[in-house]
């Protein structure tokens, strides 16, 4: 039985340097064993002002100054997360891997001038028809009390003989007036200065080739934070649960469009598909706390 991997690291680490181990470091594959369970620890975070402005914009958040984004503590631990994607317990690269749903929970909003402990665990892997599919689970703690937290489904896809793939259908929601938004193809370059999270595939056609696609994929976790962005006219202050599946890849330019409406039994429900309507990107769901 493999034993628990506990690191705790002095700061976060930069993703340009981690990227660099998981572009041009060498790992066989899955080995087929069960997953360690890995967690990171990071104590006394703290956040830029600038970059977050910066974050926001791009996402297409309204920054005061002070309160942020809900999904930008992910891009914090997310740093985390790409250190365990790096471990050497990890035998398999990262840009094997895809990743399936996010769910990010908001307790309270939480300010710039706070100091985060954030924790992220390898928690659970499982193999599925598609590949091993695992769940990190992150948490961010102000002091002792508990504001955000984020689970991420990752799968690592592998390859079976005779496996068909349906595409995925639209949620049956009303989508008489959606929203429509226009891509720039540089928006993963703009989202990479941001965030600090440049993969390869995010960034310019001529890098995006090298693996395997014509054109620059849009980060899905960008995708989720724009989708936000839109709703909170409704979500305000409030704390909340945001959940979404990553349905087709985005790839840029492109011209999106997104509709939400109430969900009597959560709150909200919302899908981000192509310029038509007719293709999802992302489908997702906000549930209020009472």
């Known amino acids: 039985m493999n034993k628990d991997i506990c690191v705790d690291l002095k700061a976060v680490p930069s993703l ?51 309160h942020l ?72 703690f102000v002091g002792d009390e508990l504001v955000w937290e984020s689970l991420s489904t990752y799968l690592y896809r592998i390859d079976s003989v005779g496996r068909r793939v349906r595409p995925p259908k639209a949620t049956p929601m009303t989508w008489d007036a959606p929203l429509n938004w226009r891509l720039s193809e540089d928006l993963g370059r703009r989202y990479a200065k941001a965030s600090g999270d440049y993969n390869l595939i995010h960034l310019h056609p001529v890098l995006s080739k090298r693996f395997g696609f014509d054109r620059v ?23 909340c649960t945001v959940d979404v599946e990553f349905k087709l890849p985005l790839f840029m330019p492109a011209e999106v469009s997104f509709g939400a409406e109430n969900d009597p039994e959560t709150g909200l429900i919302f899908e981000l598909r192509d310029g038509k309507g007719r293709r999802p990107h992302l489908s997702g769901r906000v549930s209020f706390h009472d």
């Open 16 to 66: 340009l340097s981690l990227y660099r181990k998981i572009f041009f470091g060498r790992k066989p594959g899955w080995d087929q064993q069960p997953l360690p369970r890995i967690c990171i620890t990071c104590r006394d975070v703290s956040v830029s002002a600038d970059k977050v402005r910066q974050y926001a914009k791009v996402c297409g958040f309204e920054f005061d100054g002070q």
């Open 69 to 140: 984004p809900m999904t930008y503590l992910y891009v914090m631990a997310f740093r985390l997360h790409a250190s365990i994607f790096t471990h050497p317990a990890i035998t398999f690269p990262l840009l094997g891997m895809i990743h399936l749903k996010n769910s990010i929970t908001q307790y309270r909003q939480v300010t710039v001038n706070e100091s985060f402990h954030i924790d992220c665990c390898l928690q659970s892997s499982q193999i599925t028809d598609s590949g091993l599919e695992f769940e990190l689970a992150s948490k961010a």
């Open 217 to 239: 994929l849009a980060h899905g976790m960008w995708s989720k934070a724009r989708s936000i962005a839109a709703l909170m006219p409704q979500i305000g202050d409030k704390a």
